[in-house]
Nanobody, 123 residues
């Protein structure tokens, strides 16, 4: 089992920045591909970003590429999402997730999920 706990959400004005963090406990953290997803009210959960086990490969949704940066620290069992140039359409509950596979943009492939943290971007 892997337990994931997100933090860092909040309210920010458009154009601002937030940094989300996700702390993991349980099984070997470095053995999992990690991802961030988000879900806005009335919408399906969507892929945001993912990072490989080593941290050398990163993947982004087109809507956030160039604005968001995912990173991980396997020594501290944490994964972060730096979000810059935030837009009102980024408003959602953000979830971190871990999987033992490679389908980084497919929510159903993730084995473990955090409880989510709310990000609200005002215009």
């Amino acid at each position: 089992q892997v337990q994931l706990v997100e933090s860092g959400g909040g309210l920010v004005q458009a154009g601002g920045s937030l940094r989300l963090s996700c702390a993991a406990s349980g099984r070997t953290f470095s053995g999992y591909l990690l991802g961030w997803f988000r879900q806005a009210p009335g919408k399906e959960r969507e892929f945001v970003a993912a990072i490989s086990r080593s941290g050398l490969s990163t993947y982004y949704a087109a809507s956030v590429k160039g604005r968001f940066t995912i990173s991980r620290d396997n020594a501290k069992d944490t994964v972060s999402l730096q979000m810059n140039s935030l837009k009102p359409e980024d408003t959602a509950v953000y979830y971190c997730a871990a999987q033992s596979g490679t389908r980084y943009n497919t929510a159903e492939r993730y084995d473990y999920w955090g409880q989510g943290t709310q990000v609200t971007v005002s215009s």
